[in-house]
């Protein structure tokens, strides 16, 4: 069974459109991530969300809207998508540490959007 | 603001032993990760140090020293499926990563 599973794999649209990005678990986590990896490999958070909760939104353009119908969901809609959004963007989820911060992440397998 | 460093490449030759380090300047601190991520793949956990010291998993060892703001990750015995790129995390109720530092095994 897959842990956290994103779909599609491949995304390929053209600028200006405006796409969903949808994401699930079921390792029973209540926090979920959105993450953006660009050409270079860096890694950077985008959202996070706890029990359907939007607890952390790093400076990302309103074009970028998540949603968490449940604790196991978080999608990902874009709009007006611009030639700059392509990369991998990777969900992943994880549990919360007793003593304080996040335990261990979980991805998915990527979704590589290519904007053309 | 997070500041996080590692080195971009490494290059190593089978059966040898790397280390890659990560320093950090950070805000706040629970903790330091390594993840593993395949070229195409996603990241997957290595390790996770939060005291000071060295915790060892098989061919691989993980370091931290809080008071430095330093970490490394140890592969010891490379074997040529340990290329890929490793990542250095900092735990603060989210993961802030390091650019990656990709590192070739070579026959």
């Known amino acids: 069974d897959t842990a956290v599973s994103q779909t599609p794999k491949y995304l390929v649209t053209q600028m200006g459109n405006d796409k969903s990005i949808k994401c699930e678990q079921n390792l029973g986590h209540d926090t979920m991530y959105w993450y953006k990896q660009d050409s270079k490999k860096f890694l950077k958070i985008m959202f996070s969300?706890?029990?359907?909760?939007?607890?952390i939104n790093e400076t990302v353009p309103n074009r970028f809207s998540p949603k968490s119908p449940d604790k196991a969901h978080l999608n990902l809609h874009i709009n007006s998508l611009e030639l700059g959004d392509s990369a991998v963007y990777f969900c992943a989820s994880s549990g919360l540490l007793v003593r304080g911060g996040i335990d261990e992440q979980f991805f998915g397998p990527g979704t590589r959007l290519t904007v053309l | 603001g997070q500041n996080i460093d590692q080195p971009t490449e490494m290059t190593a030759t089978e059966g040898a032993i790397v280390q890659i380090n990560c320093t950090y300047q950070?805000?706040?601190?629970?903790?330091l990760f390594w993840y593993q991520q395949h070229a195409g793949e996603a990241p997957t956990f290595l390790s996770y140090n939060v005291l000071d010291g060295l915790e060892e998993k098989g061919r691989f060892s993980s370091f931290l020293s809080r008071s430095k703001g330093y970490s490394y990750l140890l592969l010891k015995e490379l074997q040529m499926k340990d290329s890929a790129s490793y990542l250095c995390?900092?735990?603060?109720?989210?993961?802030?990563f390091g650019a990656g530092t990709t590192v070739t095994v070579r026959a």
């Open positions: 995390a900092v735990n603060d109720y989210k993961l802030s």
């Open positions: 950070t805000s706040g601190f629970n903790g």
């Open positions: 969300y706890n029990n359907k909760e939007l607890i």
